[in-house]
Structure formats: C-alpha cells, structure tokens
C-alpha cells in the first residue's frame, strides 16, 4: 500500500526444487514519464495553481482567487490542506502558513472542495465576478473525538462493501475509512501532482528456520512516483523480467492510493475493530477481506491510522487464494509503515515481506525475507511548500510548518 506501481514479488530460480521460481519484493518498475505541465508552472510557493496553460486562451475578466485555510474557533492556519475548484478539477496542498491561490478564474459559479485529516470535509459554492478578485477565509471543523473510547466486543462486527459512493452503514467505520480515503487522496494529490523520484535500499534474505541461517543480497535503485499501474480485481499476478533473477513473476499489490479507488473498494469489505495499542500510541484500525466469490489471487489485511491526527502508521497486506496459482503462493505477507514528511502528509518509509519458500529435499523450513527502507527523495519540477528544489532530501528529514502565523 504504498506506491502507485505497487509491491511486485517475484519468483525466481533457487526456491524450490524442480521449480524455476524464486521470492523477491521489489518497488515500482515503471519508466513511463508523465510529465506534469502543471507542476512546471507551480510558483515558488507551489501552493499557487496556474491555470491558462500555453495554447489556452485566457478568458477576459478572469481573477486570482486566493484564501486562509484556518482551524474553526481558533483561528490557526492549518497547513497542507487539499483544495480543490470544480469544475477546474485543479487541486493543491494549501502552503505552510495554509494560503492558497488559484490564478485565471473565469467568471461563473464553482464548487470549491477543501479536504485535511482530521477535520470534516468542507463543500461550498463560489462565485466569481469579472475583474474582482477573490478573497476567503475558510474555517474546518475537527472531527469529534468520540471515538478515542469506542471498544470493539463480541460478536465481531460484520465485514461491509462499501456501495459505488463509498457509502458504510456503520457510521464509525464511515468515519474511520473516509480519513483512510483522504491519505489515500492526499498521496495521489503529491504523487501527481508533484512527482517524485525515490531511493530505496533492499535486503533480500532466503533464511533457514531451523538452523537463524541467510543467505543474503543487498542492492539499491531508484524509482518514479508516477507509474501507471492500478488495482484490478484478480489481477494481482503478472509476468515479467528482472535484472536480479531472470523471468520471474510479479505480485502487484495495491497501494495507499488504491483505498480512493471504487475499482478496490468495491472489491472488498471493511470493518472497524477499535482503537488498538500501535507500536506505543493509539491507533484506529480497519480490516478489509476480498470478495468471497473471487476465486483469483488478490489480498486483504489492516490498516492503522493515528487514533488524534487520522494519519496513516502502518498497512498490513496477506495474499488471498495464492494456492491457485503454479507453483503456489502461499503465506505472503507485507508491512509496510510510513513517516511524515510534511505537517499530515505521509510517505512509506519501510516496506518488510516474508513468504514461506520451503519444505526443501530434506524437509527443512525456509522463508524468504525482504526490506526496502526509504534512503531519499527528490520532487521532479517542484515540490509542496516547504521542500528543496531539485535537491535530494534525506528520508529522516522533518520539514516542519512554522510555529505561528505570520504577521497580518
């Protein structure tokens, strides 16, 4: 759940006797470049959105609309916030001190979507006379923190698809599940938006049970944010080629950006199980099954957000059915856990996988064991508000919102 092109695991020459498979997790492979004109024309802010485009006309009487994203009842700009004018459909992150700006706006009437974690969703309409530019002052709402004491009892809550709106009967999983979607959104939003390329070093690990032996290997590559590969039902199993282990098959899994995809909410269900204990803080978590009826190869797992901020901390995937595949899958599974990069925006930082490879000849027990840990990262034409250029950033970097609003 983390990249755009998904985990990719794949199988190679020395797993298991007579079969020509091996084990490997591996990150996105995609070389399609998908430059973003939209990102080249960011300001330095990079909060700001140009619209008008080269070979577009620009409409007379068109104006800035600009705006103050700020806390209900407090008054405290919130930073990194979503916005978004429809039917423009041009979206940003707010900057630092929560502005925004979106130049060339024709006259008429639009809807104006502002989404942040934590706080409910805000939906207004505007509108937009000629030659006057637009001034807001946006308040949000935080979310009610009801939930901090919700405890999950038997008998366990029942498992629900999610209707072609993504619409939950249960409203604490509706709650729960929609701040899942706005990470997911908000991944997408700087994946897109403001691509990136990416270093990540792995380990690949064949380890004998019985014995704490490993055989390993380690090496390093570099990938793009902006891949094109996207979840399909029963489509998680593909073939490819690899510079590692030769012809070798692929296991796609989807990632944090698939949870804002109908085509993988309508494919499986998800139920709220409580706050839980997370690594020593509190954190809400969702479990999502595949299909019952799919009979392919696809996944299921957990997702745990931060019980104050509804930031993502980690996402567990299991592969389903892998036994119907030759030579089998089975007992493949996937953790990945995340850091924040920016105030509430999150990108992987780990990614850990372990699958069962054995029995061998003589019956003993082997696992394939791999880590990709995130070294650094670099935007391609210019990043969120608060990043550096085209300069590598170290991955344990923090780059922080400033302590106060500034003055006026």
């Not at 803080?281 to 957000?305: C, K, N, Q, W, Y």
């Not at 980690?314 to 996937?334: D, N, S």
């Given at each position: 759940m983390l990249q755009d092109a998904s985990l990719c695991f794949a199988q190679g020459s020395d797993t298991l006797p007579g079969l020509s498979y091996h084990t490997?997790?591996?990150?996105?492979?995609s070389s399609r470049l998908l430059f973003m004109f939209l990102a080249t024309l960011?300001?330095?802010?990079?909060?700001?959105?140009?619209?008008?485009q080269a070979g577009e006309t620009l409409v007379p009487g068109s104006v800035t609309v600009a705006g103050a994203i700020v806390a209900d009842g407090t008054g405290v700009p919130i930073p990194f916030t979503t916005v978004r004018i429809q039917p423009l459909g041009r979206e940003r992150f707010s900057d630092r001190n929560g502005s925004f700006a979106y130049y060339a706006i024709p006259p008429g009437r639009y809807e104006l979507q502002v989404r942040m974690l934590g706080f409910l969703p805000l939906d207004t309409t505007i509108y937009v006379a000629a030659n006057n530019p637009l001034a807001l002052t946006i308040a949000m709402v935080r979310i009610p923190t009801s939930l901090e004491a919700v405890t999950v009892s038997a008998p366990p809550r029942r498992c629900i698809f999610p209707d072609e709106m993504?619409?939950?009967?249960?409203?604490?999983?509706?709650?729960?599940?929609?701040?899942?979607?706005?990470n997911a959104q908000r991944e997408q939003l700087l994946r897109q938006?403001?691509?990136?390329?990416?270093?990540?070093?792995?380990?690949?690990?064949?380890?004998?049970?019985?014995t704490a032996r490993s055989s390993l290997q380690y090496d390093t590559a570099t990938y793009r944010s902006d891949a094109a590969w996207r979840y399909r039902?029963?489509?998680v199993v593909s073939d490819d080629h690899s510079k590692l282990f030769g012809e070798v098959r692929l296991m796609r899994l989807p990632t944090l950006a698939?949870?804002?995809?109908?085509?993988?909410?309508?494919?499986?269900?998800?139920?709220?199980?409580g706050v839980v204990d997370e690594r020593g803080s509190r954190a809400h978590r969702i479990d999502f099954l595949t299909d019952s009826t799919l009979v392919a190869p696809d996944?299921?797992?957990?997702?745990?957000?931060?019980?104050?901020?509804y930031l993502i901390k980690r996402a567990q995937f299991?592969?389903?059915?892998?036994?119907?595949?030759?030579?089998?899958?089975?007992?493949?599974?996937?953790?990945?856990?995340?850091?924040?990069?920016?105030?509430?925006?999150?990108?992987?930082?780990?990614?850990?996988s372990v699958q069962p490879v054995g029995p061998d000849s003589n019956g003993g027990r082997r696992e394939f064991r791999e880590v990709q840990r995130l070294m650094s990262y670099r935007f391609l034409y210019g990043g969120p508000s608060g990043t550096t250029g085209h300069k590598w950033i170290p991955a344990d970097s923090v780059l922080t919102a400033p302590a106060s609003p500034p003055g006026g």
């Amino acid at each position: 759940m983390l990249q755009d092109a998904s985990l990719c695991f794949a199988q190679g020459s020395d797993t298991l006797p007579g079969l020509s498979y091996h084990t490997q997790t591996d990150v996105m492979k995609s070389s399609r470049l998908l430059f973003m004109f939209l990102a080249t024309l960011a300001c330095a802010g990079d909060a700001k959105v140009a619209l008008g485009q080269a070979g577009e006309t620009l409409v007379p009487g068109s104006v800035t609309v600009a705006g103050a994203i700020v806390a209900d009842g407090t008054g405290v700009p919130i930073p990194f916030t979503t916005v978004r004018i429809q039917p423009l459909g041009r979206e940003r992150f707010s900057d630092r001190n929560g502005s925004f700006a979106y130049y060339a706006i024709p006259p008429g009437r639009y809807e104006l979507q502002v989404r942040m974690l934590g706080f409910l969703p805000l939906d207004t309409t505007i509108y937009v006379a000629a030659n006057n530019p637009l001034a807001l002052t946006i308040a949000m709402v935080r979310i009610p923190t009801s939930l901090e004491a919700v405890t999950v009892s038997a008998p366990p809550r029942r498992c629900i698809f999610p209707d072609e709106m993504g619409f939950v009967e249960d409203p604490e999983l509706a709650l729960v599940l929609n701040e899942a979607r706005k990470n997911a959104q908000r991944e997408q939003l700087l994946r897109q938006t403001y691509p990136f390329e990416y270093r990540m070093a792995q380990s690949h690990d064949t380890h004998d049970v019985a014995t704490a032996r490993s055989s390993l290997q380690y090496d390093t590559a570099t990938y793009r944010s902006d891949a094109a590969w996207r979840y399909r039902r029963g489509r998680v199993v593909s073939d490819d080629h690899s510079k590692l282990f030769g012809e070798v098959r692929l296991m796609r899994l989807p990632t944090l950006a698939d949870l804002a995809d109908r085509h993988f909410l309508s494919s499986h269900c998800f139920k709220y199980s409580g706050v839980v204990d997370e690594r020593g803080s509190r954190a809400h978590r969702i479990d999502f099954l595949t299909d019952s009826t799919l009979v392919a190869p696809d996944v299921e797992g957990s997702i745990f957000l931060d019980s104050a901020t509804y930031l993502i901390k980690r996402a567990q995937f299991r592969l389903t059915r892998g036994g119907t595949v030759k030579p089998a899958i089975l007992g493949l599974e996937v953790t990945t856990t995340y850091r924040e990069i920016l105030p509430n925006v999150a990108l992987f930082d780990e990614i850990r996988s372990v699958q069962p490879v054995g029995p061998d000849s003589n019956g003993g027990r082997r696992e394939f064991r791999e880590v990709q840990r995130l070294m650094s990262y670099r935007f391609l034409y210019g990043g969120p508000s608060g990043t550096t250029g085209h300069k590598w950033i170290p991955a344990d970097s923090v780059l922080t919102a400033p302590a106060s609003p500034p003055g006026g």
